[in-house]
C-alpha cells in the first residue's frame, strides 16, 4: 500500500521533519511514519492499517506537498477490509477524500511561527481552550509584538486537547501554541470526551509529563508520546533537531544515558523522605505558587546538590586599593550614566585564573572515566529577579575588558528582570559567579550550577580592622566562599584557584599582566 502525504489545507508543501520508522519495523494503524511541519505546525502522518514498512521513500529535509508518495506498507491483516477502513477516514481539510490510501495525520502541533524581525512576541489574548473544536481559519491566540498584532490561527478541522500558552506569556518562534486531534483520528478512535478531558480530569501521568512549559519544549507528536510512555519530562532533553526540536534519537540517547546512570550511580537512590505535616492543623497557612523559574530552579538545584559532592572553601582578601580604583574609574563614567561594580573586577578576574587552573571550567562526562575542559571561558551570574533566580551568561568573558563586562552585567540584569532573556543569553555557561554583595552576610554555600563543577560566590565586603605590622588599618575586606564538585576538584586544586584570585583582586596591577 502506497502512504500519500494527506490535504495540507491552505499549505502548499511543507518538510519532513522527522522520520520515526525504518524498513522492516512493524506497525499498527495509526503508529507516526514521518513528521512534517510548516512554518506553523507539525504533525504525524500515520500508517493507515496494521503492516510493516517496505520502504520509505522521503529524506528529512525533504519539501513535499499533497499526494507526495511517503512510504510503502505491506499490509498484515487483509481480512480486515484495508479499503473501507482507509475510506472512514475523513480527509482533513473537510473535503471529500479523493484518494484512498492518503493518510490523515492525527495529532497535530499548532507552533509560533516565524516572528519576522521580533524574536519574542506577548500572548495578548487567549481566542481559544481545551476542548473546542475548530475549523481551518479558527482564531486560536493573538500574539502582540513591536506593537503590532498577529492572530495565529487553526489550519485544520479537529479538537483542541490542549492550550500551552497563557496570557502575557513570552513567546518565540517555534514555541508550541496547542494540540490538536484531527476529527479524522476522533471519529475513529476514541470517544472525544476522552481526548479533550480538562487539565484536572486527565490522567495525572499525562499532565505531569506533557503540561509543565509544554510550550517551551519544541517536540513532535510521536516524540511527545513516546515520552509519555517512558516517564520522560521533555524539558530535560536538549533537541538536536532543527531550531532545537527535539527528535526520537534525542530521546532515546537520553533514556539510555538515564539507565546507564541509574546503575552506575547508588548516589541518589533511598533517599530518606521528607516527612509531610499538614500545617493547617497548628494554625491558618496559606499556599504560594512558586513561578516557572523558581520551579526549574528547584528542580537542577536538587539534581546538583544530591548527584555532586560539594566541598566550599571560604577566603578574605582586602579589595581597598581596588575599591579606590574603582571609585576613580566610576568619577569618569559618572556622566555617561555607567557604573562599575565589583562583580565586573571579580568575573575578569575570576576568568584569569581559570585560565591558570582550567579543571574549573570544565564539565565530569557522564561516563565518570573523563572530564570534559571547555577551552572557552563564558561566565554565569547570579540575578535576582521576582521571578525567581536566572544565571545569564557573558560569553568569552576572557577576551573582554573591565567596562566591557559591565555593561554586559548591567544590560542582562536588567533584561532578566524585565523577563526579556532569550534561550541564548541563558546557555553555554562554563563557570558561574554568585553574588550577594550589598545583600549581605560574610559567606554562604553556593550550589554548583551542574554540569558545571564550580561557582564563586561573593559575600558583603566590609570595613575591618588588619593588622599592618604595628598597628591596625582600616581595610575593606571582600568574603569569598567556592563550591565545587569533589570529584572533579580536590581541596589543594581549590586552595590554589582561591590564592590565585585573592593575589589578582588585591593587587589589580596584576589584572592587566
Ligand atoms: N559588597 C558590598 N557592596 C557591594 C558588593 C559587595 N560584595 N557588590 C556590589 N556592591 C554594591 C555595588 O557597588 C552597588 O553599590 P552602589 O549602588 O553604591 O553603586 C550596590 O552594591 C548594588 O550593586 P548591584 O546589585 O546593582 O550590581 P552588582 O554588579 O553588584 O550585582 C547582580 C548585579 C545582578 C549580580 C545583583 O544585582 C544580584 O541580583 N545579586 C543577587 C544574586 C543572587 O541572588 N545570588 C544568590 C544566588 S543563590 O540563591
Known sequence: ?????????????????????????????????????????????????????????????????????????????????????????????????????????????????????????????????????????????????????????????????????????????????????????????????????????????????????????????????????????LQEISGSGKRGRITKDDLKAHVKNRLSNVTKSTFNQGLPEVETINFSKFGETSSLALSRIQQVAAKNLHASWVNLPHVTQHDKVDVTDLEDFRSVLNAEVEDAGGKITPLAFILRASCLVLQDYPIFNSSLESSGTSVLVNQFFNIGFAVDTPEGLVVPVIKEADKKGLRQISSEISDLSEKAREKKLGMNDLQGGTFTISSLGALGGTGFTPIVNAPQVAILGVARM????????????????????????????????????????????????????
Open 1 to 233: 500500500m502506497d502512504v500519500l502525504i494527506p490535504n495540507l489545507g491552505d499549505i502548499d508543501e511543507v518538510e519532513v521533519i522527522e522520520i520515526t520508522v525504518s524498513p522492516g519495523d512493524q506497525l499498527q494503524k495509526n503508529d507516526s511514519l514521518i513528521v512534517i511541519e510548516s512554518d506553523k505546525a507539525s504533525m504525524e502522518v500515520p500508517c493507515p492499517s496494521d503492516g510493516v514498512v517496505e520502504e520509505i521513500l522521503v529524506t528529512v529535509g525533504d519539501m513535499v506537498g499533497e499526494g507526495h508518495l511517503v512510504a510503502k506498507i505491506r499490509e498484515l491483516d487483509v481480512t480486515n477490509s484495508e479499503q473501507s477502513d482507509l475510506q472512514e477516514l475523513p480527509d482533513i481539510s473537510g473535503e471529500e477524500s479523493v484518494t484512498n490510501d492518503i493518510a490523515s495525520p492525527n495529532r497535530i502541533d499548532f507552533l509560533i511561527p516565524d516572528l519576522g524581525n521580533t524574536s519574542r512576541a506577548t500572548v495578548k489574548e487567549l481566542l481559544c481552550k481545551p476542548g473546542q473544536k475548530v475549523t481551518a481559519g479558527s482564531k486560536l491566540i493573538l500574539l502582540e509584538a513591536d506593537e503590532e498584532e498577529l492572530e495565529i490561527t487553526s489550519e485544520f478541522d479537529g479538537v483542541l486537547v490542549d492550550v500551552c500558552l497563557s496570557e502575557n506569556q513570552l513567546v518565540s518562534s517555534g514555541d508550541l501554541v496547542a494540540q490538536m486531534e484531527s476529527d479524522a483520528v476522533l471519529e475513529e478512535n476514541q470517544p472525544i470526551d476522552k481526548a479533550i478531558a480538562p487539565a484536572d480530569q486527565e490522567s495525572s501521568d499525562d499532565k505531569e509529563v506533557i503540561l509543565p512549559n509544554a510550550a517551551s519544549v519544541y517536540a513532535g507528536p510521536a516524540v511527545r508520546r513516546l515520552a509519555r510512555e517512558y516517564g520522560v519530562t
Open 462 to 513: 566590609d570595613i575591618e580592622p588588619v593588622w599592618t605590622g604595628d598597628q591596625f588599618s582600616p581595610r575593606k575586606i571582600l568574603p569569598l566562599s567556592l563550591s565545587y564538585d569533589h570529584r572533579v576538584i580536590n581541596g589543594a586544586d581549590g586552595g590554589r584557584f582561591m590564592n590565585s584570585l585573592t593575589r589578582l583582586l588585591g593587587d589589580i596591577r596584576r589584572l592587566s599582566l
